[in-house]
Every structure is written in C-alpha cells, then in structure tokens.
T-cell receptor, first 114, second 115 residues
Framework: GDSVTQMEGPVTLSEEAFLTINCTYT??????LFWYVQYPGEGLQLLLK?????DKGSNKGFEATYRKETTSFHLEKGSVQVSDSAVYFC?????????????FGTGTQLKVEL | GAGVSQSPSNKVTEKGKDVELRCDPI?????LYWYRQSLGQGLEFLIY????????KSGLPSDRFSAERTGESVSTLTIQRTQQEDSAVYLC?????????????FGDGTRLSIL
C-alpha cells in the first residue's frame, strides 16, 4: 500500500538557518503530494502541494519539488523564523475508489530558537 | 463560520461508554474524511464519505466504530464500548470532489480521553 517516510524530529535550528525536512513516498500510480503544518494548539493546515512530477509547491517561503525519479518531496526554507516552530507532515493522495484519502508521514517537529 | 467545525472539542469518558463525535464540513464540500491522530500511530485514515455514502471504510479499527453522514453535510463518528486505546484526537476534513485530489480542510479535532 501507499506509505510516506519523513525524517524524525525534533529538528532544532537557530533563526535564519536553512531548513530541509526529508520526505520520501511509496505509491502506485501518480499521487499528489502535500505538506501540512500544525502550529502549537492549532489544527492541521495545508502548507503547499504538487500534483505532478517536477511541480514545485511554494508558500510562506517554503518550497518542495515533486521528484518522481527519487520518489521524494523534501521541504525546504532558506531562512527560518521562530514563528515557523510547528510539526510538519508530508502526505500523499491518490485517486482511488475511496476518494482522495491522505496517507501521512509521522510528522517532524521543528523548533526554531533565537 | 467558513471552516470545518467539530464538536465537542474535548471529551472525557469512562471505559465502556459510547461516544458520538460531530463534524460540520465546509458548505458545498461533497467529500468528507475522518482521521485519528494518536501518539503511537500518527495520523491514520478512518473513513471517507462521498455525499452520504461511504465507499471506503477501510480505516475503521473495529466494528465498535461506525459513522454516518446526512444531507451531504453533518457527519457523526460513533465509538461503542470505548477502550483506552481509543484515546486520540479525531480529525474531520472536507474537500471538493474533482478529477484531481484537492486540498482537504481540517477541523480542530475532538480530543477523546478514555479513563
């Protein structure tokens, strides 16, 4: 079945550092890929998405490129801020008879310090 | 409001009791999903509704779990004879139904604690 593997946390960075959170996936067909973010005390929010190979999703300074050859969708940001502290989830969704259910990675907690 | 609304936000109950969780999706969203977020299992899919029917119930962990949706709107997730391992945050999400996967909008969840 479909699965998503992402790097374990917590990841602790200093403000303005470069961020990479690795995500790889296993799926049949051509899934869509997503990054969701969960800020402390809040619900899951969509951060960015990509629907086909070589697409780049971007939002709030975050980027991720859909790499079919390496089955990866790594999340990057050039300069993190304290306000980026949150848990980040990589997810995939494929069209199946069961709709577009999401398969999530385990989540990576990011802590950004001054 | 314009978002997905879930109630109650917190529920504490004794082992063996039944609980009912409610989800109000975004108006016009045909697709509705239930997920469970727990420490040991991460985020897991439970059930998917297309309109009022549920073509995918594959994630329901046991026959103690059931869900229904009426009027292509409100959905309820019922857990009978609750067990301690049912303690988790239950998340509801809704989306439009199109040819390509569209982003799902999540509610804030119901935190269920079984004593």
């Amino acid at each position: 079945g479909d699965s998503v593997t992402q790097m374990e946390g917590p990841v602790t960075l200093s403000e303005e550092a470069f961020l990479t959170i690795n995500c790889t996936y296993t799926a049949t067909g051509y899934p869509s890929l997503f990054w969701y973010v969960q800020y402390p005390g809040e619900g899951l929010q969509l951060l960015l998405k990509a629907t086909k190979a070589d697409d780049k999703g971007s939002n709030k300074g975050f980027e991720a490129t859909y790499r079919k050859e390496t089955t990866s969708f790594h999340l990057e940001k050039g300069s993190v801020q304290v306000s980026d502290s949150a848990v980040y989830f990589c997810a995939l969704s494929g069209l199946t008879g069961g709709g577009n259910k999401l398969t999530f990675g385990t989540g990576t907690q990011l802590k950004v310090e001054l | 409001g314009a978002g997905v609304s879930q109630s109650p936000s917190n529920k504490v109950t004794e082992k063996g009791k039944d609980v009912e969780l409610r989800c109000d999706p975004i108006s016009g969203h045909t697709a509705l999903y239930w997920y469970r977020q727990s420490l040991g299992q991460g985020l897991e899919f439970l059930i998917y509704f297309q309109g009022n029917s549920a073509p995918d119930k594959s994630g329901l962990p046991s026959d103690r779990f059931s869900a229904e949706r009426t009027g292509e709107s409100v959905s309820t997730l019922t857990i009978q004879r609750t067990q301690q391992e049912d303690s988790a945050v239950y998340l509801c999400a809704s989306s439009l139904l199109t040819a390509l996967p569209t982003p799902q909008h999540f509610g804030d969840g119901t935190r269920l604690s079984i004593l």
